[in-house]
């Protein structure tokens, strides 16, 4: 079972019992769920996942200090700690706190600030390009089991995704740094012999077609490590897994280059078609900075649009 099953069972089982008997006042006002840092709040989770972080827990969200004050936050955080800590074959560490670990209890306008600087969610455009892509993903991955108030609900939605117009800037940006990185300097930095240099401009190139996969796609790039297990529920993309890999995981000798450059050419003929389908674009060669210039133009907010191309690059 996942992680995500097992934490919405040990609510069910331990945690709803516990608000509804011990704080009664608290019904409906406190939200519960599970979502942030972790495989299991994506899904991912699997053997090698239990060998660290892993445990049967939960994250209450709590309304503003008016609403519920921080005694009673104090004896909320005593209850939970107290509960069981064997469920389904796993242990979990009574002494771990959500200022700690990643369950327990949270002040929900706490949760989203440390996450993306803002208690509601409210962001500008300039603060949407600066946030890891990753930590908008573990404000609005995992599951919310209750939240009748809407505390933590209604700010997820307004963070579900990036506004266009920030994710036609990204996606520019990715778009300029491949090019960048597989059509000017990899055949510049191989003519040099410098076959190291030459494989970490194909990591670079690897990580912003990733980068504009994730933006096309309308999804939140996840942490690196998930990001190929990410890529195989993108059913336009999922077929140049094998292309990525090989780039990766292959040399830069005279015939692997050539190579390289096949699945490179393959690739950025992929990204073009659904940029393309997106009307992002009339233009029909390979070359992704040509791309990105037409992607820039169809930024509507001018101050947007009239910012360095690679403005939303990370």
Sequence with gaps: MKGLEIAEKYYL??????LAEQFPELEGIVAAGLVGSGSECLGYDDEISRDHDFEPGFVLFLPPEEVVDRSLAFKLERAYAKLPTAFMGLTRNRDVSFETGRHG????????RAKVGDPEGDLSLDKW???????????TDGKIFRDDLGIVTDVRKKLAYFPEDVRL????????????????????????????AAQLAIGEYVREVLSVIFLLARRYKPFYKWQFRALDEVETFAPLREDLESLLSTGNGAGESIEKLSRIRRINAALGEEIRAQGLSDYDGLRLDSFAYCVNGKIKDPSLRNMHVMAGAE
């Design 13 to 18: 089982e331990y945690g709803a019992p516990m």
């Design 105 to 112: 209890v949270v002040r929900a306008a706490d949760f989203f």
């Design 169 to 196: 800037k990204k996606l520019a940006g990715a778009l300029m740094l491949a090019e960048q990185a597989a059509g000017y300097n990899y055949e510049r930095v191989l003519s040099r012999g410098d076959t190291a």
């Design 129 to 139: 390009l600066t946030i890891p892509e990753h930590y908008l993903l573990e404000v």
